[in-house]
């Protein structure tokens, strides 16, 4: 069983920063895709960026690019989402998941095997 702890949310205004944080337990962590998604009240889950932690390639959504970085530590078992210039849109609960033995293409929602609970973001203009 793998296990992901997301954290990191909080209550911010437009233009400011958080780093949200997903630490993985359990399963290849060299060999997965994890993912961040988020869901605001009333809309679908989207993803948001991913990363293939063994080649460390790097994917977002449009409307992050160039404002959202996303990294990892395999020596901690962790990645990172860097949110800057934080817009009132952003605000959501983000997930983030595991595609062991990354068998899907990166950020693909179906792909992702294991889910943290949500970390929550809001942001207030």
């Known amino acids: 069983e793998v296990q992901l702890q997301a954290s990191g949310g909080g209550l911010v205004q437009a233009g400011d920063s958080l780093r949200l944080s997903c630490v993985v337990s359990g399963g290849s962590f060299e060999d997965s895709n994890i993912g961040w998604f988020r869901q605001a009240p009333g809309k679908e889950r989207e993803g948001v960026s991913c990363?293939?932690?063994?080649?460390?390639?790097?994917y977002y959504t449009d409307s992050v690019k160039g404002r959202f970085t996303i990294s990892s530590d395999n020596a901690k078992n962790s990645v990172w989402l860097q949110m800057n210039s934080l817009k009132p849109e952003d605000a959501a609960t983000y997930y983030c998941a595991v595609d062991v033995g990354s068998t899907f293409p990166c950020l693909t929602e179906i792909g992702m095997d294991w889910w943290g609970k949500g970390t929550q973001v809001t942001v207030s203009s």
């Open positions: 990363i293939k932690i063994r080649s460390g390639r790097t």
